[in-house]
């Protein structure tokens, strides 16, 4: 086969999930033997091409811009109309079989003829402002809802968001549910010593990742478990610092750990060290960290939202909380730390859970098999 990936974040761009959810498919389906081009927007002020282990990849030249309001909405759609028209050209040169991109913010919004589109839904900005309950924005509303329209396959990397993306854009299809996978190989139990009063967390900082809600619980716990800490991987945005931190009483200030940004490589690492650790986010499409935790056998607190019961059954391979109201959250961390026993008798289903629903072997295989199914029914 050969399939191109429209991706803006391909790394070594700045990049989230998608990017590296794009990077994994894109180098696991040339490991299976498939020709695979990949083709976005880079930072370079000229179109690039480069070979990234296997991989085709065209990084064109930076879009137009402008801090004019009216001229930004022009290039959104004068963008996106010009990007389309290359990667039609591009994908008619490379004799491509199959194209896939994503809706949230619509990289794509025209179809090539003769060449089956699928946009894998990740999490649109539509949607993830409906389950927030936010303002939708009507340009991206419009851009994100005409990418799924022109689909002629649909992708789901969680239940939840295939529901909540119906709903924002008022519009059913059909879909299939694909999950994001874990390398179970990389991310596994190293039997490293536990700090059993570390709880962890990795993420981005974000106003959607609940850390305020977390921050707002620590006092209860922290005045009822005197020797509990929190460890957080990430990036510093120092503002946002001080903000979470004014929310703790500063007695409490040395036992919050803030680590910096972690290369991947040394996250299984970090996971197996930690005795527990927490995903309190409101929105995500199916989130990768708390997969990458259960893998190392460490055991997540996450929170009731989102996909979260698509990935954890209560006290069975992990917990589920609350994260709104900080008292259940600071009760829920209390208790689970109080049953250390219950932790490690957990700790194998978490690991068991991941190797049968998110192993990226799997995973991978279900999207080529997915990839084979369109040809096959051409």
């Known amino acids: 086969m050969k399939i191109l990936f429209v991706c803006n974040e391909y790394p070594p761009l700045p990049h989230g999930g998608i990017g590296s959810f794009t990077k994994l498919m894109a180098e696991s389906l040339v490991k299976e033997g498939h020709e695979v081009f990949v083709m976005g927007y880079g930072n370079e002020a000229q179109a690039t091409k480069a070979d990234m282990n296997g991989v085709q990849v065209m990084f064109l030249k930076k879009a137009y811009s402008s801090k004019l309001k009216v001229l930004s909405l022009f290039y959104a759609y004068f963008n996106r109309w010009a990007f389309s028209n290359k990667i039609k050209t591009y994908a008619k040169q490379k004799q491509v079989d199959i194209i896939e991109t994503y809706e949230w913010s619509a990289p794509l919004i025209l179809k090539p003829k003769n060449i089956p589109l699928v946009v894998r839904l990740h999490g649109s900005n539509t949607a993830n402002n409906e389950y927030m309950q936010k303002k939708k924005s009507s340009v991206f509303s419009r851009l994100e809802k005409r990418a799924i329209r022109i689909a002629d396959h649909v992708i789901s990397v969680s239940e939840h968001i295939a529901e909540i993306t119906q709903k924002s854009f008022q519009i059913k299809f059909p879909y299939t549910c694909i999950y994001n996978g874990v390398d179970t190989l990389q991310f596994k139990d190293f039997s490293y010593t536990r700090d059993l009063n570390q709880i962890l967390w990795v993420g981005r900082m974000h106003p959607y990742k609940g850390l305020e809600y977390l921050f707002d619980a620590l006092n209860q716990v922290f005045e009822q478990n005197p020797s509990v800490y929190f460890s957080l991987a990430c990036s510093i945005n120092e503002n946002y610092k001080i903000q979470l931190l004014a929310r703790v009483n500063a007695a409490h200030h040395a036992r919050i750990q803030f680590l910096g940004r972690i290369n991947h490589a040394d996250l299984p690492e970090l996971y197996n060290k930690a005795n527990l650790c927490i995903h309190p986010s409101l929105s995500e499409a ?38 709104l109201n900080k008292v259940e959250l600071a009760n829920k961390i209390l208790a689970v730390l109080a049953n250390q026993a219950q932790i490690e008798t957990m700790r194998p289903k978490a690991r068991g859970s991941i190797e049968q629903s998110f192993s990226q072997e799997n995973i991978i295989q279900q999207n080529i098999q997915f990839y084979q199914s369109i040809l096959n029914n051409a």
């Open 286 to 323: 199916m989130p990768i960290i708390p997969l990458e935790a259960m893998a190392c056998g460490t055991l997540v607190i996450l929170s009731d939202r989102f996909s979260a019961r698509e990935i954890v059954n209560d006290n069975e391979n992990g917990f589920l909380v609350n994260v």
